[in-house]
């Protein structure tokens, strides 16, 4: 393998868990809700897909743990926003502190286990391509998960009936539900989907990006995806774009590092955050009209009683 | 009249303060001890090995201490968490991140009457300690193993910050790698982070692409000597044995061990005899202690042993005059035959032989 390849290699797996919990986000803020508790849903994620994994031996039963555990942390959340209607900044951020600490106390067995790293899968004939075979055809399950779930939401929220459903109920609750559309329950069902990406990103963290459980291992990156949402302005192609950005800017600045290029590492670690606002504004402004956040985004919808 | 009254009040309790204050230097009989952390406790590096130091208080005091900690607290967010020990009564309180210096100093000057101890600072007051470890003892010997054990010549620094204490380790690393391997080059990843598993597995990992085999950390998880025993090439553990992590790349860990000046200090407390003072114990002292020698030739373990034994008995010093800039003049040799303890602590250059340069 070429140093070239490995880069690349890299950059893919730091990009694959915040494109995930990014695309979880940008489903349930396209339906009009912010969820801002990505990290602690994230950090839930990680640990009960870690312990799962370490105590049933099993990299399929984690996963499915952790899109479970971000998928209770959602209905927890939507219980709140939807349910009585409550701040939906508040909750979102009483969701990442409450997260970050349950994670902690669920994982707290299983500070110091390790797990074997989860093989790539070959898909036969296209990985021996030279080249791009290796990098785009030996990867593990979750990275080609990742992209396929970026076209299926893509081709959802643009080309069915229900994704235009949720895309209207995002920009106007009022006008959805005076057309006698089920505004609470499309909203909950798109928490849960967040939620459930949310913890799949946070999987991908434990099982196989360091393949060990700490507290707050997540280390922000729950963050960063609300934040790539709002650059890509809501769109799943930009997200992709992104969060890829994002993932190179970070491991080239450290090997811009280890080949000693005489920039002052501060500057090359703010760099992956400089890249993303300047790329996805240079795609803003090329695409010619200001995109913005749903209409309804972050207001509390209270039906008519 | 009412403000009056207030005042006599206010003067009363000053008055009751001030004899407190008086009483401070007693014997106490039983006393509440804080900790601070900069990481989870779960990090299997710094701040568990701080958390160790905690328990041993535990375990040597019995009911005469009751011991709370704080972990993952910012740095930058740091006073709050130290002020809020402070006003719950705790009467010692150790922050143990380098960060932390000057919101010690700031709490400290609000509460003189208890009792700081700060890790790996400078700044001391009449309440303020300040205590470290030499790791750079430690870091030498792991640049020995690596300079001898290294196929392609190049060997890998997974730093934090550039900060003195760093930048000390990089160069006492790179040092014991030079004394066995001449021309040995060293390649240094800033990962600006104390913690963040998955960057420092990337900046390990970037490392190894650009052909490192040995690989040191200075950043707290065991991230990066597990991309070494991904790749099948060789780490050290930082703060704490990381074996278990890396069980084939582990050549030996870097083991902080606070256990028994904890104690000391606690005592101190309890004695009503502790006082303000710089404590900097190393391999000798028992605040560093390296894991078994494993996965090596013998003579390269041989080779380490012995560089141990030196060390601890005195017989060497890492650095040992004289040391050259990376611009090849030689350093003022401020100390015995050796920088001096200031120079070590605020060390800001990196030595002849590194061929990167520090960021500013």
């Known amino acids: 393998m070429t140093t070239f390849e490995a ?9 694959t868990p915040l494109l995930i919990a990014a695309l979880g986000e940008l489903v349930t803020e396209r339906s009009g809700v912010l969820n801002l508790g990505v990290e602690g849903m994230m950090a839930m994620g990680a ?11 099993s990299t399929l039963i984690g996963v499915m743990a952790g899109m479970m555990a971000g998928a209770l942390m959602a209905a927890l959340f939507a219980l709140v926003v939807l349910g009585f209607a409550a701040n939906q900044v508040g909750s979102g951020l009483a969701l990442t502190i409450f997260g970050l600490g349950l994670s902690g106390l669920i994982g707290a067995p299983f500070v110091g286990a390790r797990r074997d790293p989860v093989p790539p899968v070959d898909i036969p004939g296209l990985s021996d391509i030279p080249f791009i075979g290796r990098l785009f055809f030996e990867q593990d399950l979750f990275v080609y998960s990742s992209v396929a779930l970026t076209i299926l939401i893509a081709l959802y929220l643009t080309r069915t009936r ?9 920009e106007n609750h009022t006008s959805a539900n005076a057309l006698g559309l089920p505004v609470l329950r499309v909203r909950f069902v798109a928490i849960l989907f967040g939620g459930a990406c ?42 992709l774009i992104g969060a890829y950005i994002f993932g190179a800017a970070t491991v080239l600045q450290l090997h811009a590092q280890a080949a000693q290029f005489g920039v002052p590492s501060q500057v090359l670690s703010a760099v992956p955050y400089l890249a993303t606002i300047l790329a996805l504004l240079l795609l803003s402004l090329r695409h010619g009209r200001a995109v913005g956040a749903p209409g309804s985004l972050g207001a509390p919808f209270v039906p008519d009683r | 009249m009412f403000s009056r009254k207030l005042f006599g009040a206010f003067a009363g309790v000053a008055l009751a303060a001030l004899s407190a204050s008086g009483a401070m230097a007693q014997a106490k009989d039983k006393i509440k001890v804080g900790f601070i952390y900069v990481g989870p406790v ?12 905690r328990q041993a208080i535990v375990k040597a005091l019995g009911d005469k201490v009751e011991t709370t900690f704080v972990e993952s607290v910012p740095e930058a967010d740091s006073e709050r968490a130290i002020e809020q020990l402070a006003r719950t009564g705790h009467d010692l309180i150790f922050t143990t991140s380098f ?23 400078f700044k001391r007051a009449p309440n303020v300690s300040t205590y470290a470890a030499k790791f750079h003892e430690g870091r030498y010997i792991i640049g020995q193993i690596a300079g001898k054990m290294t196929k392609s010549g190049v060997i890998g620094y997974v730093g934090a910050f550039p900060i003195p204490e760093v930048i000390a380790g990089i160069n006492a690393f790179y040092l014991g790698a030079q004394s066995v391997n001449p021309d040995v080059k060293i390649k240094v990843v800033w990962a600006n982070t104390w913690y963040d598993p998955a960057k420092e597995g990337d900046a390990a990992k970037a490392l190894l692409d650009q052909g490192v085999d040995m ?38 860990a870097i083991i902080d061990d606070w256990s028994d000046y904890y104690i000391a200090r606690a005592k101190a407390v309890l004695d009503g005899t502790w006082k303000s003072e710089d404590t900097w114990g190393g391999l000798a002292e028992h605040m ?40 090849g003049k030689e350093i003022e040799c401020k100390g015995n035959g050796a920088l001096s303890d200031e120079q070590v602590l605020g060390m800001n250059f990196y030595v002849k032989g590194i061929e990167d340069k520090i960021p500013q």
């Open chain 2, 42 to 53: 779960g990090d299997h590096g710094w701040s568990y090995q701080h958390d160790q130091g």
């Open chain 1, 7 to 15: 880069i690349l290699l890299t950059i893919v797996t730091a990009s």
């Open chain 2, 288 to 327: 560093v202690v390296m894991s078994p020698y494993k996965n090596m030739p013998d003579d390269v373990k041989k080779m380490a042993e012995e560089t141990e034994a030196a060390i601890r008995s005195g017989a060497l010093n890492p650095f040992k005059c004289p040391i050259y800039g990376q611009d």
């Open chain 1, 198 to 239: 949310a913890g799949l990103a946070g999987a991908y963290l434990a099982l196989v990006y360091t393949r060990f459980w700490s507290p707050g291992m997540t280390a922000g990156r729950g963050w960063i995806a609300l934040a790539l949402v709002v650059f890509a302005a809501w769109r799943p192609g930009w997200l």
């Open chain 1, 47 to 57: 640990a009960c897909s870690f312990a799962a994994a370490v105590t049933f031996d």
């Open chain 1, 162 to 170: 229900s994704g235009l459903t949720l895309r209207s109920i995002g």
């Open chain 2, 99 to 121: 960060g932390f210096m000057e919101p010690t100093l700031k709490v400290a000057r609000k509460y003189p009457n208890i009792k700081f101890e700060h890790a790996t600072g």
């Open chain 2, 215 to 252: 690989l040191a950390q200075h950043t707290d998880s065991p991230a990066p000597i597990q991309a070494a025993e991904a790749r099948g090439k060789f780490g050290f553990g930082q703060a704490s044995d990381m074996e278990r992590f890396a069980p084939k790349a582990q050549l030996t």
